[in-house]
């Protein structure tokens, strides 16, 4: 079992880089709350830290899993090269790797510093994204209805941090510079759902993708306006020149990515140079928040 799930995470999971992601998710929303609050606390670490980036891992990991079981009948049509659809994987894997996870995923919780009610709130509204909000018939067929209703599981996640260093520092929960900062994080984790279902035209086939829904033009422009939405959060809470400058620099190599993969998209997929853009997006804006912080 250990070596198809070796399988599976290197296929679809790499756990590395999901770690990695955890991480800065993590490490910019706390040193965030904490340069954006008035009275600025200074940062004192404690391993419960490490059990928030635990949690962001696994509970995105039970996501992952989840859109398994759910896209089996589609992945053997469209992707039957994947590990569960080729029988490289069987379901009893995943059902075992989703038990740990969820349980200690749990129990990490159990002992934090702070109310559970957040937490509840995220694994809940996980729930009713694995059952289609009990409205399959009308969801599933409609990309985007699926994308209003799953995708804000990212703003959730993101205030479930919030929640943990407001608490952990005594501070207000319910700020402006709060909810930008949650949108500032929302933000890449809505860019990277919408890039990995756009198609270059000669690839597309009966998977539904926001390419076939908006167009292949259409899709595009649509990354573009959210990532500008993000760059925009940014430059609301870091305004600085030298900040600005830089994520509009960064902002730019995602409309050259677009740009060139509009005029020559054969063979190629947003899906794999998204994640750099994510990464870089994050990286810089936790040293830009660090340097403030400083």
């Known amino acids: 079992m250990l070596k198809r799930l070796n399988i599976y ?20 929303q706390i040193l965030g709350v904490l340069t954006f609050s008035q009275s600025r606390p200074r940062y004192q670490f404690n391993w419960e830290d490490l059990g928030i980036v635990y949690t962001v891992f696994a509970f995105l990991f039970l996501l992952r899993i989840a859109d398994e079981f759910k896209d089996l009948e589609n992945d053997r049509v469209n992707y039957p090269e994947r590990p569960l659809p080729s029988g490289r994987l069987f379901k009893k894997d995943l059902w075992y790797l989703g038990i740990v996870l ?79 900062l949650a949108l500032v994080l929302y933000i890449p984790a809505l860019l ?35 990532a500008a939405i993000g760059v925009i959060a940014a430059w609301l809470l870091v305004a600085e020149l030298v900040a600005s400058v830089l994520l509009f620099i960064v902002f730019m190599v995602l409309i ?32 830009l928040v660090a340097l403030l912080y400083i």
């Open 102 to 180: 969820f349980i200690t995923m749990v129990g990490v919780n159990l002992f934090l510093p702070q109310p559970l009610w957040p937490f509840i709130l995220v694994v809940f509204y996980g729930f009713l994204m694995t059952v289609w909000f009990f409205q399959r018939d009308k969801i599933e067929p409609s990309l985007v209805l699926a994308l209003v209703t799953h995708n804000p599981v990212q703003l959730l996640l993101s205030l479930y941090v919030i929640h943990y260093v407001t608490v952990q520092y005594q501070l207000p929960l319910w700020t402006k510079e709060n909810l930008l």
């Open 192 to 226: 990277w759902e919408v890039s990995r279902k756009i198609k270059a035209p000669a690839d597309e086939n009966q998977y539904v993708t926001y390419s076939q829904v908006w167009g292949f033009k259409g899709s595009l422009y649509t990354l573009v306006g959210i």
């Open 256 to 287: 050259y990515t677009i740009f060139r993969f509009y005029q020559n998209p054969n063979g190629k997929n947003l899906k794999f140079s998204l994640p750099a853009y994510l990464i870089a997006h994050l990286s810089l804006f936790l040293i």
């Open 9 to 28: 995470a290197r296929e679809m999971y790499p756990i590395i880089p999901r770690l990695f992601i955890s991480f800065l998710m993590v490490a910019v």
